[in-house]
T-cell receptor, first 114, second 112 residues
Framework: DAGVTQSPTHLIKTRGQQVTLRCSPKSGHDTVSWYQQALGQGPQFIFQYYEEEERQRGNFPDRFSGHQFPNYSSELNVNALLLGDSALYLC?????????????FGDGTRLSIL | GNSVTQMEGPVTLSEEAFLTINCTYTATGYPSLFWYVQYPGEGLQLLLKATKADDKGSNKGFEATYRKETTSFHLEKGSVQVSDSAVYFCALSDEGFQKLVFGTGTRLLVSP
């Protein structure tokens, strides 16, 4: 049973560029959440997707956007990249039907902005 | 808003020593509380959880008790191993385990 998978593992971009990160949830999960983890910090909630719609959003600018597909996989898009966007981006999945079960995390995508 | 405060690290211990990592929280209502562990180059793994006051979560020799009166959820282990070296995150969720609020993490280093 595959867990949460994220791609790519590492990515290097320059300021002003745009990036797309991808996530496949654990089998049986229908909800995807995205977190940003800066170096030496705890993860910060970006947003959550369920039924292909954004359900909750953290304190992140509109440069951060996302999408969920009918197969429950998700993308995180970041436009106009800033140096401060360098971080580990974590995807977590869960099930609405079993909302008392914790989220499962992927290994993340490490994004470096030059 | 909700927040989590953890003791700063690194915490450096010798193998078989007793471990305590302090965690306190601020939240409205009755949040669920978690400890996650992150090994180098990996994502977060759930270590244990507690969903209501006085619940004790436990896993792999680690324990934490949900103390509503002191708004705390301290992580303990009686005898640490080198393999326990990692970063530990305390977190809370106020709505069905969905949105998690994390502390800044505490790095644990265990030497032989």
């Amino acid at each position: 049973d595959a867990g949460v998978t994220q791609s790519p593992t590492h990515l290097i971009k320059t300021r002003g560029q745009q990036v797309t990160l991808r996530c496949s949830p654990k089998s049986g999960h229908d909800t995807v959440s995205w977190y940003q983890q800066a170096l030496g910090q705890g993860p910060q909630f970006i947003f959550q997707y369920y039924e292909e719609e954004e359900r909750q959003r953290g304190n992140f600018p509109d440069r951060f956007s996302g999408h969920q597909f009918p197969n429950y996989s998700s993308e995180l898009n970041v436009n106009a990249l800033l140096l401060g966007d360098s971080a580990l981006y974590l995807c977590a999945s869960s099930s609405q039907a079993y909302s008392n079960q914790p989220q499962h995390f992927g290994d993340g995508t490490r994004l470096s902005i030059l | 808003g909700n927040s989590v405060t953890q003791m700063e690290g690194p915490v450096t211990l010798s193998e078989e020593a007793f471990l305590t990592i302090n965690c306190t929280y601020t939240a409205t209502g009755y949040p669920s509380l978690f400890w996650y562990v992150q090994y180098p180059g990996e994502g977060l793994q759930l270590l244990l959880k507690a969903t209501k006051a006085d619940d004790k979560g436990s896993n792999k020799g680690f324990e934490a008790t949900y103390r509503k009166e002191t708004t705390s959820f301290h992580l303990e282990k009686g005898s640490v191993q080198v393999s326990d070296s990692a970063v530990y995150f305390c977190a809370l969720s106020d709505e069905g385990f969905q949105k998690l609020v994390f502390g800044t993490g505490t790095r644990l280093l265990v030497s032989p």
